[in-house]
Nanobody, 125 residues
């Protein structure tokens, strides 16, 4: 069984911060540090979009322009976990956030083999 489980979502005021976590488990992730990890989001009525990605070692990251300077991605391979630290949140950041795993350094959704179920982030006063 392969699982990616996101957590940390919730309701936050504009300008606030949240840290999302994504824990990987299952046979495929016995070598978690062989996977590139990504975060995506999907707002109501919109397509799923790329947010951030991180290399297997964590040394390289790439952040979408829409969130650059506000979001950071990191990982702890000892814990099989990837994080998305979000700050200065805007109402436009409201979406379901998904983590995903790929064996390619990519922003293309279809290149990600494994997906979590998503966690809701709502930014509202």
């Amino acid at each position: 069984q392969v699982q990616l489980v996101e957590s940390g979502g919730g309701l936050v005021l504009p300008g606030g911060s949240l840290r999302l976590s994504c824990a990987a488990s299952g046979r495929a992730f016995s070598t978690f540090n062989h996977y590139f990890m990504g975060w995506f989001r999907q707002a109501p009525g919109k397509e799923r979009e790329f947010v951030a990605r991180i290399s297997e070692t964590g040394l390289n990251t790439y952040i979408a322009d829409s969130v650059k300077g506000r979001f950071t991605i990191s990982r702890d391979n000892a814990k099989n976990t990837v994080y998305l630290q979000m700050s200065a949140l805007h109402p436009e950041d409201t979406a379901v956030y998904f983590c995903a795993a790929s064996q390619r350094w990519t922003v293309v959704l279809s290149d990600y083999n494994y997906w979590g179920q998503g966690t809701q982030v709502t930014v509202s006063s």
